[in-house]
Each structure stands twice: as structure tokens, then as C-alpha cells.
């Protein structure tokens, strides 16, 4: 991997922040470099929410910045250009509408719906609530993806990072991280 572009959107609660924390820590743990920026605001009433995130292999450890492709410039903005995500993550379909436009024509769409449609789509929020928490479904959503080999890294490298949380709150979430790459092997969206 040379590069990868992330965005991760939804609604204001729903976790996109921890999520995109989750990313840039693994990435990382994996000695690549990383870009975030995220806009939440007044999201925190329900808002939309994203966040973007830019991966990339060093160059040379000692210079944390590597040339675009797409401009041969030197990456320095966080932020993804309209066009210019290799993957989006929506947390809720309303995801879409509000910040599809990141999305490369060929790039990989992993999207929250009640009644999945797509390769990408999961019912995340039903797989939550069968595990008895609701509020994980960023995370089921999270472990599709990587078992679905979109992302940089790997269902192992998110574990890692999850587990150096402690608490209920860390065995739930590597739980819904499970239900999410389950899912994706088994080809159902929940």
C-alpha cells in the first residue's frame, strides 16, 4: 500500500471519531504515516459528522510526507478532495447524500442499512442490538470493512489497538468487531 483515503461519515453519537481513532492508530502501530481531520461541531445534536483520514508509507522514516499521485505534490492536507476516497464508510445512509461526492467512482462504499442491497451494505445497527449494544454498530461496520480487505490494515491490527482499552466498553466493541468481519465471510449483511 502506498497510499489509502478514508472517510468516515454519520450523525452526530455515532461513533465516526472513534472509529477514525481506531484507523489512525493501527495505521500507526504499522509505521505509516497519518493525516485526520474531522468536522463535528454542532453535530453533537444529531449533525452529520466526518471525517477524513489519509494513510501512506513513508518515504523515509525521517520525513513523514510523501508525494501524491493524483497532483505530485507533496501530501499536506488532511483533508480528501471530491473524487478522491479509496473507501467511505457511512455509519448511516444519510452518509451518502451528505458525502458520497469523496468517493472515487471505483472506490469501496461500506454503508449502515436496515435492508442491505449491495456488496458493501450491513445492517450494522441490527448485528449491535443481537449483541445488546446498540451503540457498537460503527464498530461492526468497521470489522466488515476490514474483513472485506478494503482497509489498510487488518482484523488482528484493529484488535490490537481495542485491546489496550479497558473495561466493559473494550470487550464489547472487540465483540462487535467480530460480528462485523463474521459477516463480511459469510456474506450476509445481518
Excluded at 461513533?15 to 481513532?21: A, P, S, Y
Excluded at 491490527?157 to 485491546?163: E, F, N, P, Q, S
Amino acid at each position: 500500500m502506498q497510499q489509502q483515503q478514508i472517510a468516515v461519515s454519520g450523525l452526530g453519537g455515532q461513533g465516526v471519531l472513534f472509529v477514525t481513532q481506531l484507523l489512525a492508530e493501527a495505521a500507526l502501530r504499522k509505521d505509516f504515516s497519518v493525516l485526520v481531520s474531522e468536522t463535528h461541531g454542532m453535530a453533537q445534536r444529531g449533525g452529520h459528522v466526518i471525517s477524513h483520514l489519509k494513510v501512506y508509507a513513508r518515504t523515509n522514516p525521517e520525513t513523514p510526507l510523501t508525494m501524491d499521485p493524483l497532483t505530485t505534490s507533496l501530501l499536506t492536507s488532511p483533508l480528501i478532495r471530491p473524487g478522491c476516497a479509496d473507501v467511505l464508510l457511512a455509519l448511516h445512509e444519510e452518509g451518502l447524500a451528505a458525502h458520497g461526492y469523496l468517493l472515487r467512482p471505483d472506490g469501496a462504499l461500506f454503508c449502515h442499512r436496515p435492508q442491505p442491497k449491495a456488496f458493501g451494505d450491513i445492517n450494522a445497527v441490527g448485528l449491535a442490538k443481537k449483541l445488546g449494544n446498540p451503540v457498537a454498530a460503527n464498530v461492526v461496520l468497521l470489522g466488515f470493512a476490514v474483513a472485506k480487505g478494503a482497509l489498510f490494515c487488518t482484523i488482528e491490527d484493529v484488535k490490537t489497538v481495542l485491546a489496550q482499552s479497558t473495561g466493559k466498553r473494550a470487550a464489547l466493541s472487540l465483540q462487535a468487531l467480530e460480528a462485523g468481519a463474521q459477516a463480511a465471510f459469510t456474506c450476509r449483511g445481518g
